[in-house]
């Protein structure tokens, strides 16, 4: 019974949660790629954080060149955080009126940006990973959006650069993040804004207080902390940028432990919060979701945990007793059950995830393959709650000390 | 309205839509079921009938009489593991519980119609009563499974010289509680053969192919 009540539990909310999305898509799909007119080019300057990318920083660099943009509103401030490698000697190659490269002792990407944030001399400043390749007119097509003063950020269209099978995987994943967080841009309710490309007025992240350097996530937890202080922040759908994700396994499940820490961290710190009106988005919509994605996370993994060993262990009886009794174990074992309405319910939810996934890929005019769809729908969003707890387990032992960034 | 609300609104009517679908087929087989059971209590009723005329007239419709109970035999054997299923299915049709018990009547009414007619036709057959529980853990039900499937490879060997006849112990019925009580029964699942030889817990084809010879 409460086994039941957990699995219809997860459905449930999973399922408001896609209509959430389908509702704001029914509501703003005419807005989603619209296309708006540059009024001001401020001086800009981008900010590029960098820790050991001596394969990266070059083409990196190279490309930030080509943005279209005026280059005498242009700066880019390479900001070498204590590489032990040749990214500073490389990055200092590029050198010019544009380009500027400084080095410092290590001190984490948050400590690198705030750092560059004290020299910058832009109004507006970028954000951009060091492996980071954005779109000729993704700066241009950010900056359309700062159409009122209480707009602090602009994020962009991000997408793997490669294609292996995970990259793949995650290409549908971001292009789901993309698309959820323009729909989430019409009730103000961006959850982050994401480090490779992301745009924001200067003047406010000082007046907030810059970036957190002891958070892992450093760019959800200002997303959250301009939310609180009652900051709006947008989502350029037409601003593509490239970025390289993990193409093992062992480096996807780093990369997202560290994500899953620091989101817990951003939690733990504005847990004051929730349900408090005043503090906008954080206190009505990402503290509440945060924690029902929690509870839903915890629920998944026990489901799953609970199935897996009572499974593992009727098979283990069935086939080993089977045998040693004389009958025949497939007998047993293909004798299958009855639809229910634990069935019916699943396939329902199912359905609707699966619409969604393919209103995103339409949205896209992106053809990718069943396989790689139903592996993602599958296998892939499966292994989340699982790094998602890993991360609050390791959270809670402060076992993060080897998660670099 | 909100657009928590407006998402809140499909998430109930799918969710209601996914119950009522799942009721609709529970009841659709509730009533199957009570179809089934009505058809196998008019069999059944017919070979009281048959037994009490061959009382009466004698022995020469003894076949008759054992092919009726070998095909009652197998009908409601399959009845009852669909019955069975549909246990662990249900959840809101708490009345597939009488269906079983009615189910396990019918068994109990066939195994000792099974005994008076090996009696008297002197017909050389055995009985072979599965006693199980169905409330039960998975993993005591997966045991349960492997004796059932146990029982299943005897019958196919021993065709139409067993009679297998599956009970319930976890039924609310006095003459079950009589049957553990006589036969001293403390653990399950439990295997009685030809009412004299009780097997308590997993039993192999070995050991009962020793007993039953066919």
Same mark, same amino acid.
């Given at each position: 019974?409460?086994?039941?009540?957990i699995y219809f539990?997860?459905?449930?909310?999973?399922?408001?949660?896609?209509?959430?999305?389908?509702? +704001?898509?029914?509501?703003?799909?005419?807005?989603?790629?619209?296309?708006?007119?540059?009024?001001?080019?401020?001086?800009?300057?981008?900010i590029?954080?960098?820790?050991?990318?001596?394969?990266?920083?070059?083409?990196?660099?190279k490309?930030?060149?080509?943005?279209?943009?005026?280059?005498?509103?242009?700066?880019?401030?390479?900001?070498?955080?204590?590489?032990?490698?040749?990214?500073?000697?490389?990055?200092?190659?590029?050198?010019?009126?544009?380009?500027?490269?400084?080095?410092?002792?290590?001190?984490?990407?948050?400590?690198?940006?705030?750092?560059?944030?004290?020299?910058a001399?832009?109004?507006? %400043?970028?954000?951009?990973?060091?492996d *980071?390749?954005?779109y000729?007119?993704?700066?241009?097509?950010?900056?359309?959006?700062?159409?009122?003063p209480?707009?602090?950020?602009?994020?962009?269209?991000?997408?793997?650069?490669?294609? *292996?099978?995970?990259?793949?995987?995650?290409?549908?994943?971001?292009?789901?993040?993309?698309?959820?967080?323009?729909?989430?841009?019409?009730?103000?309710?961006?959850?982050?804004?994401?480090?490779?490309?992301?745009?924001?007025?200067?003047?406010? +992240?000082?007046?907030?207080g810059?970036?957190?350097?002891?958070?892992?996530?450093?760019?959800?937890?200002?997303?959250?902390?301009?939310?609180?202080?009652?900051?709006?922040?947008?989502?350029?759908?037409d601003?593509?940028?490239d970025?390289?994700?993990?193409?093992?396994?062992?480096?996807?499940?780093?990369?997202?432990?560290?994500?899953a820490?620091?989101?817990?961290q951003?939690?733990?710190?504005?847990?004051?919060?929730?349900?408090?009106?005043?503090?906008?988005? %954080?206190?009505r919509?990402?503290?509440?979701?945060?924690?029902?994605?929690?509870?839903?996370t915890?629920?998944?993994?026990?489901?799953?945990?609970?199935?897996?060993v009572?499974?593992?262990?009727?098979?283990?009886?069935?086939?080993?007793?089977?045998?040693?009794?004389?009958?025949?174990?497939?007998?047993?074992?293909?004798?299958?059950?009855?639809?229910d309405?634990?069935?019916?319910?699943?396939?329902?939810?199912?359905?609707?995830?699966?619409?969604?996934?393919?209103?995103?890929?339409?949205?896209y005019?992106?053809?990718?393959?069943?396989?790689?769809i139903?592996?993602?729908?599958?296998?892939?969003?499966?292994l989340?709650?699982?790094?998602?707890?890993?991360?609050?387990?390791?959270?809670?032992?402060?076992?993060?000390?080897?998660?670099?960034? | 309205?909100?657009?928590?609300?407006?998402?809140l609104? !499909?998430?109930?009517f799918?969710?209601?839509?996914?119950?009522?679908?799942?009721?609709?087929?529970?009841?659709?087989?509730?009533?199957?079921?009570?179809?089934?059971?009505?058809?196998f209590?008019?069999?059944?009723?017919?070979?009281?009938?048959?037994? $009490?005329?061959?009382?009466?007239?004698?022995?020469?419709?003894?076949?008759?009489?054992f092919?009726?109970?070998?095909?009652?035999?197998?009908?409601?054997y399959? $009845?009852?593991?669909?019955?069975? $299923?549909?246990?662990?299915?249900?959840?809101?049709? !708490?009345?597939?519980?009488?269906e079983?018990t009615?189910?396990?009547?019918?068994?109990?009414?066939?195994?000792?119609?099974?005994?008076?007619?090996?009696?008297?036709?002197?017909?050389?057959?055995?009985?072979?009563?599965?006693?199980?529980?169905?409330?039960?853990s998975?993993?005591?039900?997966?045991?349960?499974?492997?004796?059932s499937?146990?029982?299943?490879?005897?019958?196919?060997?021993?065709?139409?010289?067993?009679m297998?006849? !599956?009970?319930?112990?976890?039924?609310?019925?006095?003459?079950?509680?009589?049957?553990?009580?006589?036969?001293n029964?403390?653990?399950? !699942?439990?295997?009685?053969?030809?009412? $004299?030889?009780?097997?308590?817990?997993?039993?192999?084809?070995?050991?009962?192919?020793?007993?039953?010879?066919?």
């Amino acid at each position: 019974m409460i086994v039941d009540i957990i699995y219809f539990t997860v459905l449930f909310v999973t399922s408001y949660f896609t209509f959430f999305h389908f509702v +704001l898509w029914m509501e703003n799909r005419g807005k989603l790629f619209s296309k708006r007119k540059i009024k001001f080019f401020p001086f800009v300057s981008i900010i590029v954080p960098a820790y050991n990318e001596e394969k990266v920083i070059a083409a990196t660099l190279k490309n930030a060149l080509k943005l279209n943009y005026p280059k005498n509103k242009l700066e880019i401030l390479v900001i070498d955080d204590g590489s032990s490698d040749k990214t500073y000697e490389i990055a200092k190659r590029f050198e010019s009126n544009i380009i500027k490269v400084y080095k410092k002792a290590r001190g984490g990407k948050a400590n690198a940006i705030n750092f560059a944030l004290k020299i910058a001399k832009g109004d507006f %400043v970028v954000i951009m990973d060091a492996d *980071s390749l954005p779109y000729r007119n993704a700066l241009i097509n950010c900056l359309k959006y700062f159409d009122s003063p209480k707009v602090a950020a602009v994020t962009s269209n991000i997408l793997p650069k490669k294609r *292996s099978f995970l990259e793949k995987l995650q290409y549908i994943e971001l292009m789901f993040n993309a698309f959820f967080r323009k729909l989430q841009e019409f009730p103000n309710v961006i959850s982050s804004t994401p480090g490779p490309f992301s745009v924001y007025r200067k003047e406010i +992240l000082k007046k907030v207080g810059g970036f957190d350097e002891k958070n892992l996530v450093e760019d959800v937890e200002i997303a959250w902390r301009l939310h609180a202080n009652g900051y709006l922040t947008r989502m350029a759908m037409d601003a593509r940028v490239d970025t390289y994700f993990p193409s093992t396994i062992s480096h996807w499940w780093k990369q997202r432990t560290r994500w899953a820490i620091g989101n817990f961290q951003t939690f733990v710190k504005y847990f004051k919060y929730i349900f408090r009106k005043d503090k906008h988005a %954080v206190g009505r919509f990402l503290l509440p979701t945060s924690l029902t994605g929690y509870i839903i996370t915890t629920f998944i993994v026990t489901l799953f945990v609970y199935f897996i060993v009572i499974q593992f262990s009727v098979f283990s009886i069935v086939f080993i007793k089977s045998i040693s009794l004389g009958a025949n174990p497939l007998s047993v074992l293909l004798a299958g059950g009855m639809i229910d309405v634990r069935i019916i319910y699943g396939i329902l939810s199912f359905l609707l995830f699966f619409t969604m996934l393919k209103l995103v890929l339409g949205a896209y005019r992106i053809k990718i393959d069943l396989f790689h769809i139903i592996i993602y729908g599958t296998l892939y969003v499966m292994l989340t709650p699982f790094v998602t707890l890993n991360g609050i387990y390791k959270y809670m032992r402060k076992d993060f000390g080897w998660q670099t960034k | 309205m909100n657009v928590y609300i407006k998402a809140l609104i !499909p998430t109930i009517f799918v969710f209601l839509i996914g119950i009522m679908i799942g009721i609709w087929i529970e009841n659709y087989r509730l009533r199957e079921t009570r179809k089934a059971l009505s058809e196998f209590e008019i069999i059944w009723n017919d070979a009281q009938l048959l037994n $009490k005329y061959l009382e009466k007239m004698g022995n020469e419709s003894c076949d008759l009489a054992f092919q009726q109970n070998l095909i009652f035999n197998d009908k409601i054997y399959k $009845k009852g593991l669909e019955i069975e $299923k549909m246990l662990k299915a249900n959840l809101f049709t !708490p009345e597939i519980i009488q269906e079983w018990t009615r189910y396990v009547l019918l068994q109990i009414q066939f195994w000792f119609n099974s005994i008076e007619l090996r009696q008297r036709c002197n017909l050389d057959y055995h009985t072979a009563v599965h006693l199980y529980n169905i409330k039960i853990s998975p993993i005591e039900k997966a045991e349960n499974d492997v004796q059932s499937a146990v029982m299943l490879e005897l019958k196919y060997k021993c065709g139409a010289k067993m009679m297998l006849i !599956p009970l319930t112990a976890d039924v609310d019925l006095i003459v079950v509680d009589s049957v553990l009580k006589k036969y001293n029964i403390t653990k399950l !699942p439990a295997i009685i053969i030809d009412e $004299k030889y009780v097997f308590q817990g997993l039993t192999s084809l070995e050991q009962l192919e020793k007993i039953v010879k066919c």
